[in-house]
């Protein structure tokens, strides 16, 4: 986990702001987005609260980037909220937010509100969230012993032990590891997945997202993929890891997980955008899994 703030992380706070001013239809409002803003997207959102804007603003940042990253961003969201809210709802006290950067899911669900969070991520990082944390905090409500701050430097402390020292204990959890992966390496993804088999009691479940390999190595046949890869890059966040969705299954069986579904961002968008009348572009190679231990 990175220790300085991430400017991917900064443009999925403004995907999700800016779906929350649109005017039309809209999967979800998060009204914590804008205040992990940087000064200039502040700016574009401010703009996007006038008639119009928001919807020209999100047309000219699908037309730069065609695979949808965007739109991308915001199933992913909905879908994870449902998946959270499903798992809270039947029975599960305990949501992990693994990496949890900008996420407000402990202030924006209602479902969340009776559980107990652990947000996990490194303390250089945690630095920027608990100084949004308390504001959140009084806007949303909640009261502040509802989340708990586990600062972690997994470059040097095992996952295992910090959710056992911290954690659900016997207690089934969920777990959203959010936009991660697809900046790891292999063997922190192998680690990370092991130790959460390990640690989190039989049943609970575990959300992540990940990029298709076949993207990343060229052997797929998808649209897009190099102008987000190049952005990211720039950023100096580029993509590093995948799975194979075929794959996928197999591996984390032999990590004691089982996979209860695995749904690309464009099969996310067909379910949540195009009931609502919505065609926007989301990439198909971008993916959504939850797996449950066993």
Same mark, same amino acid.
């Given at each position: ?183 790891? &390496? ?36 998808? &649209? ?71």
């Amino acid at each position: 986990m990175q220790s300085t703030a991430s400017r991917t992380a900064q443009h999925v706070a403004l995907f999700r702001a800016l779906e929350s001013v649109r005017r039309g239809p809209r999967l979800f409002t998060d009204p914590y987005a804008a205040s992990c803003l940087g000064r200039g997207h502040r700016l574009a959102l401010t703009v996007a609260r006038c008639p119009g804007v928001a919807r020209f603003l999100e047309r000219r940042i699908d037309r730069r980037w065609p695979a949808g990253p965007r739109a991308s961003a915001v199933v992913r969201t909905r879908l994870i909220d449902d998946l959270v809210v499903d798992a809270l709802e039947h029975g599960t006290r305990h949501l992990v937010l693994l990496g949890a950067g900008y996420d407000s899911r402990a202030f924006r669900l209602d479902a969340a509100r009776t559980a107990t969070v652990l947000e996990v991520d490194h303390p250089a990082t945690q630095t920027v969230k608990r100084g949004l944390a308390g504001a959140w905090s009084a806007r949303a409500g909640r009261p502040g012993g509802g989340v708990r701050f586990v600062p972690a430097d997994l470059m040097r402390e095992d996952l295992g032990d910090v959710l056992r020292d911290a954690g659900p204990g016997d207690d089934r959890a969920v777990v959203v590891w959010e936009g991660v992966t697809n900046y790891l &390496d292999a063997a922190s993804v192998h680690a990370t997945l092991t130790a959460l088999a390990t640690a989190l009691a039989p049943g609970s479940r575990i959300v992540l997202t990940y990029m298709d390999r076949r993207a990343l190595d060229g052997t797929g046949d998808f &649209d897009g993929v190099t102008a987000w890869a190049d952005t990211v890059r720039a950023a100096g966040e580029p993509f590093t890891f995948g799975f194979v969705p075929d794959e996928l299954p197999a591996y984390l069986a032999e990590r004691g997980l089982e996979l209860t579904l695995d749904r690309s961002a464009r099969e996310a968008a067909a379910h949540y955008l195009e009931p609502l009348g919505r065609h926007e572009p989301a990439a198909p190679f971008y993916r959504i899994a939850q797996a449950e231990v066993r």
